[in-house]
């Protein structure tokens, strides 16, 4: 059967993996992808979409949120007041209902996101103990391609294998690990610890160098060992790490410390907003900006990323896998807690929050996180994100894209913030405003990148067809918020706010290579500690629905 | 889909199924050996009383795969009538599904919401003030493998294991030689609060018998000893049925206690003061953290009531009592939960998947229950079956049917299924009618 093929015509496209910045470019689209125009001059062309006078993107892919998985589903279950004063989603013919809330349900996660554009989502925190679980929502989760990534950095194996010095065993582990969860990438979380806040009360560890007591290893051999094995593995994506300390007042120097413990190796700093604290003793009177030293480390060194973790003004829920941040932020906010501990793996903190614009941490906290995106010379080194739903939804990324790329109205959000902000970090005086090209670089291009996702962020020949079309406006929230249309797979799911069709979207996930004589040593750990069955733990090829295994990088 | 078939094998060959999950209770037991023979099990290894009994008195039913007003009918027909009657109800409720895989019951989920109707499972009669509770004030909590590698001090407040999982001891909380603690039983202190004196009270070192529905008044006495508030014994010997002092010296040892754990049941969730004491329970939990670590954690009952929970709550944002007549959901315990919505005489038909409420309901429930057209989907003749206008027999799940359900502390688990049966799984069931709902209300995705 000859291809069949869709056409965007006239649009103005901005595809900066490709070189192409705002330049009118028709596109091709056959088969789910770009392809080049067909030589053959019969070619069917189905459909043809006039894009003139619109702005023409590949779909935004959210690298860094938390949307599926038993800590997201548990936030649903304990917030029941957010949903009932929250946007209601009805069914309609094409669509379930949902519920919204700081955490949507899935179908309303899948709809919103399409809805903004965005094609492409990764959760950041699964325990592989919920791997199971995480891609059952997966495929309730509809019209985005997603990922998860393993929460290994207080894995007792990987810890273990750290303290006796077995680079090769560690590697083996972290790749059987992904193979069997079907995850995409290793993630650290407050590496050490969450292990110490299971044994001790509100335990955790201080910085780089404290000791994990029964390993004896510390943060810092931690996400050296990660990191080294994540690169000999030649995994698509780098170590994913939240830095020890998250939140505290002080908490740039070990920021600072853990950039330097990848030694050169792959790393990526995620909420990097949240761990860029000057000040001490947990003491408000102190609290102030690091982002200046911390970007100019990232500057000078390319083989780290960050994505921002921007918090905006409003009320929403804190979830993350570092159990003591979570024991923390109930007792500073006196709300609700969940807290709870996986066997041999990770931890879990959930609580309702709210950031006030009034508030000088809070407002300081949103002013960190516009600094990181300007103060990174480099916007293929800074991905946008809001840590979903930890700094604030993600359907506030249009309202972000205003504030980089309109100064005035950034400093008039300024005014409206409590009044020793601008003594405390140098957001008032940065007049950089970015270029939707480089919009593009921090939504789709960069985060295909650093994800090692070839086929995804540009549209150039063999991209996966997932575009977005947006009407200009000057008002660049307006422009974002409410895409002309989404293209999904090919597929036209979105026109002009509407969801017209969906699809389930596929499941990234990588398989390395591993010495299989080292999997009988995981075994028989397995067996000694954990609760289930060896056979029972990996997650099996049906539960992936559609899915893509993306290949090792060079 | 999960669609795990059981192995093939000749007539009369023996085979094993390894690694087997039994989901009579909440333990979810994930390490039982099944030899099968034919169409029957002869041999359970690993497995309790409880799950002996599940596996080895299973035979496939000898009956209809469907009946329609108690006469045999074919499926489609079946699938038909079914379809129709949820589609043409103005108040259509969908109950039970604690008693089915995750993927029976997300069909269950979409098909409410293509008819606009209501959905609840078994949690609004066992946990679901556990749930109400969670949502007042959260839950610190684990994994039981870390109450086998942790928990030191053990605590069952109106939950008797013993006899309603009968491995929770061997497996989880008491026996087990864990990763830090070497001795298993003789590194951790058991104490058991109750009523009465449970066969569980006999496996504690300690029991504390309290009065009945004094729950919330001896939770919340633990609560100001934790905080150290000066009581007045005769008080709290007047509220709780036991001695002040019994109260301190349990209160010392879970300040002492390295790793605390309460597992509670229903004999806290379904008493006087129901989400009440739940929350009391969480609450101390909470506040023991200031001293130790302590986490808490129901004792659920059926095999994937802990599934139903998740996957009500990832489709709609509640999870259990939720009702889509505006085309959206709410929640609202009361009044959307199964057993109200039919004591109002509000429900004017019904789907019941894998319970039975014509068993176990009050008796305006049943009455209303029994004047509207009804769906039953169960693996055997019930009150329930017998009172439905379509009644479908379904295979087991976890016996002849693939799948994927939820252990009590949320840890999912692929279920292993032994031999055939010729009925059709309840996810099968369900897909077909949701296929009709989805023609008749003109839904297209």
Redesign the interface.
């Known amino acids: 059967m000859p291809l069949e093929y869709t056409k965007i015509v006239g649009g103005t496209v901005y595809d900066p993996a490709n070189g192409i910045d705002g330049l009118i470019r028709d596109l091709w689209i056959a088969d789910g992808k770009i392809v080049e125009p067909p030589t053959d001059a019969d070619a069917v062309v189905s459909k043809t979409i006039d894009a003139s006078g619109l702005v023409v993107m590949p779909g935004g892919i959210d690298m860094h949120c938390h949307i ?1 998985g ?1 800590k997201v ?1 548990v936030a ?6 957010e ?2 004063k929250g946007e ?4 309609t ?7 919204m ?1 700081s ?5 309303a996660t899948g709809y919103k996101y399409i809805g903004l554009g965005y094609t492409t989502a990764f959760d950041a925190a699964i325990p592989p ?2 791997a ?2 995480a891609h ?2 997966f495929d ?1 989760t509809p019209c985005l391609d997603k990922g998860f990534y393993v929460l290994m950095g207080n894995n007792h194996y990987v810890m273990q294998s750290i303290q006796r010095k077995e680079p090769e065993r560690l590697k083996a582990f972290v790749a059987w690990l992904l193979s069997s969860t079907k995850g995409f990438a290793a993630k650290l979380v407050n590496p050490g610890g969450v292990e110490v806040w ?5 335990g955790n560890v201080s910085g780089l160098d404290s000791k994990v007591d ?1 390993f004896e290893v510390t943060p810092r051999e931690i996400i050296r060992g990660m990191a080294q094995a994540v690169d000999e593995l030649r995994l698509p994506h780098s170590v994913h790490i939240h830095c020890n300390n998250l939140g505290m007042p002080g908490n740039w120097a070990t920021t600072l410390e853990t950039m330097k413990a990848f030694e050169g190796h792959r790393g990526h700093i995620t909420h990097a907003q949240f761990h860029s604290y000057g000040g001490g003793d947990a003491d408000e009177n102190t609290f102030n900006s690091k982002v200046a030293p911390l970007a100019d480390y990232i500057n000078s060194h390319s083989n780290l990323t960050i994505d921002v973790g921007q918090v905006l003004f409003g009320e929403t829920t804190s979830m993350t896998g570092d159990g003591p941040l979570g ?1 923390y932020l ?1 007792k500073v906010y006196g709300g ?9 793996e990770s931890g879990c903190g ?2 309702p929050i709210k950031y006030k614009n009034k508030s000088l941490v809070h407002g300081l906290q949103w002013a960190i996180g516009l600094e990181w995106y300007l103060m990174v010379n480099d916007p293929w080194r800074v991905v946008m994100s809001t840590d979903h739903p930890n700094g604030g939804s993600f359907l506030a990324y249009p309202q972000i894209i205003r504030l980089l790329m309109d100064r005035t109205y950034r400093q008039d959000i300024l005014k409206t913030c409590h009044p020793m902000i601008r003594e405390r970090c140098s957001l008032g005086d940065l007049t950089r405003e970015y270029t939707l090209n480089e919009i593009a670089i921090i939504t789709r291009a960069g985060p295909a990148r650093i994800l090692g996702l070839k086929h995804k962020g540009h549209l150039g020949p063999g991209a996966d067809a997932d575009i977005t079309i947006y009407t200009p406006h000057e008002n660049k929230e307006v422009m974002f918020e409410l895409p002309r249309m989404v293209i999904k797979s090919g597929r036209v799911l979105v026109d002009q706010g509407e969801i017209r069709d ?1 699809l389930t979207g596929k499941t990234l996930h990588v398989a390395p290579g591993y010495d299989q004589d080292m999997e009988q040593g995981i075994q028989d750990w397995f067996e000694k ?5 060896w ?2 733990y990996p997650v ?1 090829a ?2 992936l629905h559609e899915s893509e295994l993306v290949p090792m990088g060079l | ?4 078939a059981p192995p093939s094998a000749a007539p009369g060959e023996l085979k094993v199924i ?2 087997a ?1 039994c989901t009579f209770c909440g333990c979810v037991c ?2 039982i050996e099944l030899t099968v023979q034919d169409s029957h099990i002869i041999e359970a290894k690993r497995a309790c009383v409880l799950g002996k009994a599940w596996f080895l008195n299973h035979s496939i039913e000898d009956r209809p795969s469907c009946l329609i007003e108690g006469k045999p009918a074919s499926l489609e027909e079946g699938y038909d009538r079914a379809a129709r009657i949820l589609v043409e109800g103005k108040y259509p409720i969908i109950y039970g599904l604690s008693d089915s895989p ?1 993927e029976a019951q ?1 069909v269950a989920c ?1 098909i409410v ?2 008819i ?1 109707g209501t959905i609840d499972t078994t949690t609004s009669v066992c946990h679901g003030p556990s ?1 109400m509770a ?13 109450v ?3 928990g030191d001090l053990i605590m069952f407040w109106g939950s008797n294991p013993a006899e309603s999982h009968p491995r929770h001891f061997s ?2 909380s008491l026996m087990p030689k ?3 603690l070497p001795n298993g039983r003789k590194d951790r202190t058991c104490v058991v609060v109750d009523v009465r004196k449970t066969k569980s009270a006999k496996a504690a070192d300690i029991f504390i018998p309290i009065k009945p529905r004094a729950d919330f008044e001896a939770l919340w006495t633990l609560r100001a000893l934790a905080k150290d508030v000066e009581l007045d014994p005769e008080q709290v010997l007047r509220d709780t049925g036991v001695e002040l002092s019994v109260w301190q010296n349990l209160m010392e040892r879970m300040k002492a206690a ?2 605390g754990v309460i597992f509670f049941g229903m004999g806290l969730t379904m008493t006087r003061g129901k989400h009440a004491n739940t929350e009391a329970l969480l609450a101390l939990t ?1 506040d023991m ?5 302590f ?1 808490a954690k129901p004792n659920r009952g059926h095999g994937n009531v802990t599934g139903a ?3 009500v ?7 259990f009592g939720v009702n ?1 007549n ?6 609202n315990p009361g009044e959307y939960t199964t057993s109200d919505t039919l004591a109002n005489g509000e429900a004017d038909c019904a789907m019941t998947i894998a319970c039975d409420p014509m068993a176990n309901f009050s008796q305006p429930a049943r009455e209303h229950l029994a004047r509207i057209p009804l769906i039953a989907l169960d693996t055997k003749e019930t009150p329930t079956s017998r009172a439905a206008t379509v009644a479908f027999t379904v295979a087991t799940y976890g016996i002849n049917t693939g799948g ?1 359900v ?2 009590m502390d ?5 279920l292993r299924p032994a031999f055939e049966s010729p009925h059709p799984s309840d996810f099968e069931v369900l897909t077909q009618i949701e296929q009709r709902v989805k023609t008749l209300v ?4």
């Open positions: 599926a038993p589903n649903r279950k304990m917030r029941p007041e949903k009932r209601k989603l009805h069914r013919k094409v669509t379930h209902s949902g519920t809330g955490v949507p349900s899935t179908f103990l919920g199971r679980h059952e929502e309730d299971k044994s001790h009360q509100a029964h024991y109930s609700k807690w969940f807290s709870s501990d996986t066997e041999m959930i609580t969906t500690y954990y609760s289930i069955r056979r029972n099996s049906d539960y | 889909m999960i669609t795990a390894e690694d999950v994930d390490d995750c997300r979409s919401d293509w606009d749930g969670f949502q007042g004030v959260g839950e610190v909590t684990c994994s039981l493998g870390e086998a590698n942790r497996k989880y864990g990763m830090f390295k790793f909470r953290n200031a001293y130790t670590r986490v929970d998740n996957v709550a990832w489709r709609t944002g509640y999870s889509h505006r085309g959206y959901p709410r929640f994927t939820y252990r949320d840890v999912p688990l692929p003109g839904v297209t995705c």
